[in-house]
């Protein structure tokens, strides 16, 4: 207010022109500061839970953290029963301890428990491994983040936790405007959210879902944006109660 006086007392030419600057500076202020805006709406407070993931039987599935993995050794009953892979992708087995198993296929497990047991304690053992659980998911996180990809999750996941995995956002990252799309009913629908609000407790952190994809705005993101709400049909876009 004090500036806006002091620039309406300035006479002529010359006030007009600080005038200008004063006025160009505090656009360029309002230009840098991150803001909320778009097609898709805040304040959604039921984001309701995805569809059942569409198994693809062409492709091999992947273990991850939290599955269930059943290990049968033939005529070793002791080295037999179901594991459960920890959080950092390994179970645990007698004999050979830890042994890695996030991202490999039933087969590749089969194979390095032959070699690991065949090696030292077993000859030629018979080793049949099956996914009995799969509570791992995946999600993508786009965007201006550090890291951006697929990352997998097991239990419960929040928005600030999967840009936490993603390793942050970027310089350029607009935190104001963070969009989670998500299939429901059949249709792909999306909602957006303030990462520095939820930071401060002022709104809820949101539970992510596997298959979920969020995409961090921001400069660089902008045509991402474009590009991925192009295919969202705005009647399927979660309106705030």
Request: proline share 7%; charged share 20%; with cysteine.
């Amino acid at each position: 207010m004090l500036v806006a006086l002091a620039v309406r007392s300035l006479p002529g030419l010359k006030g007009l022109l600080v005038r200008g600057i004063v006025l160009g500076a505090a656009a360029a202020l309002a230009a840098c500061t991150p803001t909320r805006g778009g097609n898709v709406p805040y304040g959604v407070k039921d984001f309701g839970r995805p569809d059942a993931p569409i198994v693809d039987v062409t492709q091999v599935y992947r273990v991850g953290p939290g599955d269930i993995l059943t290990i049968n050794i033939y005529r070793v009953p002791n080295l037999s029963g179901d594991l459960q892979v920890d959080p950092l992708g390994n179970i645990v087995m007698p004999l050979i301890g830890s042994v890695p198993v996030q991202g490999k296929s039933s087969n590749e497990i089969t194979a390095d428990l032959v070699k690991r047991l065949g090696d030292k304690y077993l000859q030629s053992p018979e080793i049949q491994v099956t996914v009995k659980e799969s509570q791992s998911a995946r999600v993508t996180v786009d965007g201006e983040v550090q890291q951006p990809g697929v990352f997998p999750i097991a239990g419960t996941t929040s928005l600030l936790q999967m840009v936490a995995l993603a390793k942050g956002t970027t310089d350029d990252a607009n935190p104001r405007r963070v969009v989670v799309f998500r299939t429901v009913g059949g249709q792909r629908m999306a909602a957006a959210f303030d990462l520095t609000t939820i930071r401060d407790g002022a709104e809820p952190d949101p539970v992510i879902y596997g298959s979920d994809i969020i995409v961090v705005g921001g400069s660089k993101a902008h045509s991402r944006f474009k590009d991925i709400l192009s295919t969202v049909p705005l009647i399927a876009l979660f309106r705030p109660f």
